[in-house]
C-alpha cells in the first residue's frame, strides 16, 4: 500500500513540478522584458539630446556642445535649455563631441564605456561619435561633476547603487513569490490569475504611450513609398526670401533641419519629379526640427 500511495502521489506531483517549472520560467522572461524597456524604447524616439550629471542623473541647463570636424574646425553646436535638452544636425560623417560647462568635465569617468545609465540610454562616453545619416543627433550626454561638486553628489550616486540593488533584488525575488503560489493553493487558479494581471500591465506600459517623432523627415515616391535619394532641399528666410542653408537628402531619402524663431520656406527638387514648396510662417520656438515627411509626384 505503501508503495502505491508514493506511486500515486509521485503520478499527481509530476504535473505540478512541470508546471511550475514553465510558470516560472514564463515569469522570469516577462521580468527582464521589463528591464526599462519602456523607458528605452521611448526615450530613444524623443527627438532631442540630454546633458546630465552622471552622479545625480539631473540635466545640466546651458551646457554649450560643439561638434568639431576631423579638420579641427567646428561644424555646429547648440546651448542646453532648462531641461538639459539641445539638438544637432550634421552630415554624415565622424565627429569629436566638446561639452563645456563650468564646474563640470567631459568624458564621463562614471559611465565610461557604459551604454546607458539609471535614467538615460543611447549614451555618449566617449569624445568620439559616427554620424551614418541625416537626422538630428539625440545622443544623452554624461558630464562629471568637478571634485568640488563630486564630494557633494556622492550622497546621491550612493542612493542610485542602493537604488539599482533593491530593484535587482526584488526584480529576482519575485519569481521565487510567485512560485511559492501554487504549493498554497492546490487549484492553481490565482497564481494564474497574478501572472495573468502582471502580463496584462506589461503590454499596457509596452503598448500604451504615443513615441516621440523621428529627430529626421522622410521624402518617398508618392506611388512606390520608396525613398528618393539626393533630393536638393533649401532653406530661406521668409521675410527675406534669403537662402540660409542647402541639403541633399541621403540614400535613404532622410533629412533634417533646424531654425530658430521665425518665418521659413522649403523647397525640393528632385530629378523626374515637381518641385514641393513647404511654409513655415510661424516658428515660436528656438532649435526647431524641420523634419516633415514629404511625397514628391513624378512629373507626368
Not at 1 to 8: N, Q, R, S, T, Y
Not at 59 to 70: C, F, H, S, Y
Not at 95 to 112: A, I
Given at each position: 500500500?505503501?508503495?502505491?500511495?508514493?506511486?500515486?502521489i509521485g503520478y499527481v506531483a509530476q504535473p505540478r513540478v512541470y508546471g511550475l517549472f514553465i510558470y516560472v520560467t514564463i515569469l522570469v522572461i516577462a521580468l527582464q522584458l521589463t528591464d526599462d524597456v519602456y523607458i528605452k524604447f521611448k526615450r530613444r524616439k524623443s527627438g532631442f539630446g540630454t546633458v546630465f550629471n552622471s552622479v545625480t542623473g539631473k540635466?545640466?541647463?546651458?551646457?554649450?556642445?560643439?561638434?568639431?570636424?576631423?579638420h579641427g574646425l567646428t561644424v555646429t553646436s547648440a546651448v542646453t535649455d532648462k531641461y538639459g535638452h539641445y539638438r544637432l544636425t550634421v552630415t554624415p560623417g565622424e565627429?569629436?563631441?566638446?561639452?563645456?560647462?563650468?564646474?563640470?568635465?567631459?568624458?564621463?569617468?562614471?559611465?565610461?564605456n557604459h551604454k546607458h545609465s539609471k535614467t538615460y540610454v543611447n549614451v555618449l562616453p566617449t569624445h568620439r561619435i559616427k554620424i551614418k545619416d541625416h537626422g538630428i543627433i539625440t545622443v544623452n550626454i554624461p558630464i562629471d561633476p568637478v571634485e568640488g561638486m563630486r564630494k557633494r553628489s556622492r550622497v546621491f550616486r550612493k542612493w542610485m547603487v542602493l537604488s539599482d540593488n533593491v530593484q535587482l533584488v526584488i526584480a529576482y525575488a519575485s519569481p521565487i513569490v510567485f512560485m511559492a503560489y501554487p504549493l498554497i493553493n492546490p487549484a492553481r487558479i490565482l497564481p494564474w490569475l497574478a501572472y495573468g494581471v502582471y502580463v496584462s500591465l506589461i503590454l499596457y506600459r509596452l503598448t500604451h504611450f504615443t513615441p516621440g517623432k523621428p529627430p529626421y523627415g522622410t521624402i518617398t515616391d508618392l506611388k512606390s513609398g520608396k525613398p528618393i535619394p539626393k533630393v536638393v532641399i533649401r532653406l530661406f528666410d521668409a521675410k527675406f526670401n534669403k537662402l540660409l542653408t542647402t541639403q541633399i537628402t541621403s540614400d535613404k531619402g532622410r533629412y533634417a533641419l533646424l531654425v530658430n524663431r521665425g518665418a521659413y520656406y522649403m523647397t525640393m527638387k528632385a530629378d523626374g519629379y515637381k518641385q514641393v514648396r513647404l511654409n513655415f510662417p510661424h516658428i515660436t520656438k528656438d532649435s526647431y526640427p524641420l523634419a516633415t515627411d514629404v511625397k514628391m509626384k513624378q512629373v507626368d
Open positions: 500500500m505503501e508503495g502505491l500511495a508514493d506511486l500515486i540635466p545640466v541647463d546651458l551646457a554649450r556642445v560643439r561638434l568639431v570636424d576631423v565627429y569629436t563631441v566638446d561639452v563645456t560647462k563650468p564646474g563640470f568635465v567631459f568624458p564621463s569617468v562614471f559611465l565610461k
